[in-house]
Every structure is written in C-alpha cells, then in structure tokens.
C-alpha cells in the first residue's frame, strides 16, 4: 500500500499535458483559454454618454440656465452639428459625445420645456462622460492563459470580434461499473440485488468536471466480459473509470483485466478511509496515453476517490486550476484517526450569526457504504494517520 501523497504525486507524474484546439465561441464557454488575447481596439471605442440625458459645455450649465437643444446624438447615430456656446444637445446612453460637449446633464438633472432644457443642479465637469480608452487601450492583454471562458469573458472576446477562439480540450471519458448483483435504478432489486446507484453519480460527476463522457458500459463479474468492455472503454477515451471490481475479492477483475490489455499498474491500494483498494494504471498505444481509473465500489468510497484523484487530474488535462476550494472552521467535536490510514472525515458547516468562521460538524456516520455521510456533508477534514484533532481546535474543511 502507498500513501496519499505518493499515489497523488504518481498520477500527477503520468497525467498527460492538456492539448490545445480550435472551437467557435459558442461553443468553447465553459472551457480554458490555451493563448493570450490583446484588446482589437479601445474600450471604450469613441468618447461616449453614460446617461441619456443632454450633452452640454459645462461652464454654461449653472443651475437655472436655459439652453436651447439644437441636435440628437443616439446610439447608433451621432449628432450632426458641434455644440454651440449656450446650447444642448439630447444625448442617449452609449452615444457618441458631440464635439464641442464636456459635460452630461441627466434627464432627471433638468426640465425640458419648449426646445429647450433648464439646468435644475449644477452639474461637475466631465460628469457621466465615458472617455475613449478609459477601460483599457489597443494593444491591453484582456484575456489569458488559464482563464476559464465564463460568460463575461465570452462577451469580451465577443466585443473585440474572436468567433473561434483557443482552449484546451476536453478529455473523453469512459465509466465503466462491474458486478452481479448490479441492476439499473429502472429495475426493482430482488433477492441480494442492488441498484446501480454508481453510474448516475459518477455521471454527473464527470459532467461537472466539463469533460466528455463518451462511453458507458456495464460487466458482469465475468473475466472475459470485463475484458471486453474495458478494451471498449479504452478504445473509445483518454480516461477510464470504473466502479467495482477493483478489491481482492476472487470476483475482482479490473487490475488483471487491465494487465492482460497492456495497462502498466502504478499503484494499487492506498492508505486512506475510504477508498483503499483504489487501483490506478496507465497504457500507452499508437502514441495515445490512456489513463485508468479502478475505484472501489461502495458508493462513497467510490465518490471520494474520484473527488480526490480523478476530478483533479480531468482539470489538469484541460488546463484548470487544481486548487481545492477550502475554508477555515471550528471543530465541533473531538476527531481521532485510529485506523491506520489516511481518513478523509466528512463534516457539515454550520454557521451561526455573528461567529467569524463556521462550525466543522463531524457526521456520525461515515462508513464507505453510508452515501448520506456525502449528501448531508459540505466536505471533509484530511486526518492523517494517528491524527488526533480536538474539538475547537480550527482545522482545513476542503469543499465537495
């Protein structure tokens, strides 16, 4: 058996570096930008009205002048005449600043009355004026490396004409569950069968995750039929996951299966609670390198090995920040690691008025098998081995 960290730094190690493509920027929402982008042009692009309001020279705009409105400036349509000494021009949000104009006075700043405005408030020079360049100029980095497209970002390569745009791919993704006693969440169990709750799960997980799940399968707790569904899997994905089969039961066939289809084993079993008969494999075919994923079967062992191993390394194949999202919380309650292993504690977060940092909740039931030890569980406390933690103490809740 090897460590936490060891098995974690031996998938890192063989992780392949992400690949970078072409989609349209439709399409490429949700996804991580693979290149730099430089602002096309100015923003804003042309001196412009924050209000829609009139368009004036400050110096005539007293309260209670009266100042005739002698053109329009709309968005979409700029004023055709430069403003007058002693005169207004109407003016829309986004229109272009006349000539001649410093100032805007907002609707609700003034009266209008007969072709003509009378100034209610004084207005501050350069008030509502948007001036060219202001955001940033030609030329500014306004999109980077790294970034993931969220909506925002999208609109900014939108706004400087990027229709296709570089990001990183998205790794496809094989999921395979094995066993008997398996049957779909459709069927109604009999005897010793159980639904296949596994699939669903790690479905929306690695759809979470934005990577492409291409493939889904299911095997008896047969050697050949393993076989030929993970050659499957692995013909069809960058990344297989598979449920079940991964322990050192005599209907376990996921690690032999793997080696007999040219998969190197890097590790099998690992030093933590839950998830010790976790087997992780690589196989390199036609210059292709396929990663294997065998996680164990009980649903929440299952969930947090591929939270801790698998949902990382997807992110890294796409470029994404591997940063665990975590905060600080109080220990509720005393937490000692007696097992001899790693033990990822699921905690609830409570929050009361006027408390700094939240509560860490320990759940009392976390046996592999228990999935409410996740649904009831914002995430967990990493214990290392012989960790005692006592209540009060502040400790590291990583978030699911």
Same mark, same amino acid.
């Given at each position: ?26 399409? *490429? ?8 982008? @430089? ?11 924050? !209000? ?42 986004? *229109? ?6 410093? #100032? ?49 970002? %999208?609109?900014?390569? +939108? ?12 790794? #496809? ?27 669903? !799960? ?6 979470? #995750? ?8 299911? +095997? ?5 039929? &393993?076989? +030929? ?16 089969? +991964? ?52 649903? %929440? ?27 600080? *919380? ?5 937490? @000692?690691?007696?097992?001899?292993? @790693? ?17 860490? %909740? ?9 999935? #409410?030890? !996740? ?13 005692? &933690? ?7 809740? %990583?978030?699911?």
């Amino acid at each position: 058996m090897i460590s936490v960290l060891e098995a974690t730094q031996i998938i890192e190690q063989h992780t392949p570096k992400p690949q970078s493509t072409i989609k349209s920027l439709s399409e *490429a929402a949700g996804l991580v930008l693979a290149r730099d982008y @430089a602002a096309s042009e100015d923003s804003p692009r042309f001196t412009n009205s924050a !209000m829609d309001g009139f368009a004036v020279r400050c110096e005539d705009s007293l309260s209670g002048a009266r100042l005739p409105i002698m053109d329009e400036s709309s968005a979409g349509r700029e004023a055709q005449s430069t403003l007058a000494p002693r005169t207004a021009i109407r003016i829309s949000t986004g *229109a272009l600043l006349p000539l001649g104009a410093d #100032t805007i006075v907002p609707v609700e700043d003034c009266t209008v009355e007969n072709g003509a405005i009378t100034i209610q408030k004084t207005p501050v020079q350069g008030q509502f004026v948007r001036r060219q360049a202001s955001e940033y100029a030609c030329g500014a980095l306004i999109l980077r490396t790294g970034q993931e497209l969220t909506p925002a970002r %999208v609109a900014l390569a +939108a706004q400087h004409g990027v229709a296709a745009i570089e990001v990183f791919t998205q790794p #496809t993704v094989a999921l395979l569950s094995t066993g008997n006693e398996l049957v779909d969440v459709s069927e109604t169990p009999a005897g010793t069968q159980i639904r296949n709750a596994n699939v669903p !799960m790690l479905t929306a997980a690695i759809r979470q #995750t934005s990577a492409c799940l291409v493939f889904t399968a299911h +095997a008896e707790d047969d050697f050949e039929q &393993v076989c +030929a569904a993970l050659d499957k899997a692995a013909s069809a994905a960058d990344v297989v996951v598979t449920t079940g089969g +991964a322990s050192v039961g005599e209907h376990d066939f996921i690690k032999q299966a793997a080696q007999t289809l040219g998969f190197e084993t890097m590790f099998w079993r690992v030093r933590q609670k839950p998830g010790k008969p976790m087997f992780f494999a690589t196989r390199i075919l036609e210059g292709r390198t396929t990663l294997l994923f065998g996680l164990p079967g009980n649903p %929440v062992s299952t969930l947090m090995t591929f939270l801790y191993y698998v949902r990382p390394t997807l992110a890294r194949m796409m470029g994404k920040s591997t940063m665990e999202r975590s905060v600080q *919380a109080v220990l509720s309650a005393d937490l @000692a690691n007696m097992h001899g292993r @790693a033990e990822f504690a699921r905690v609830r977060l409570k929050y009361e008025a006027g408390s700094e940092i939240p509560e860490a %909740v320990p759940l009392p039931k976390q046996d592999s098998n228990m999935l #409410t030890s !996740m649904t009831e569980a914002d995430g967990f406390v990493f214990l290392d081995i012989d960790a005692a &933690v006592q209540s009060g103490s502040r400790v590291r809740v %990583v978030l699911f």
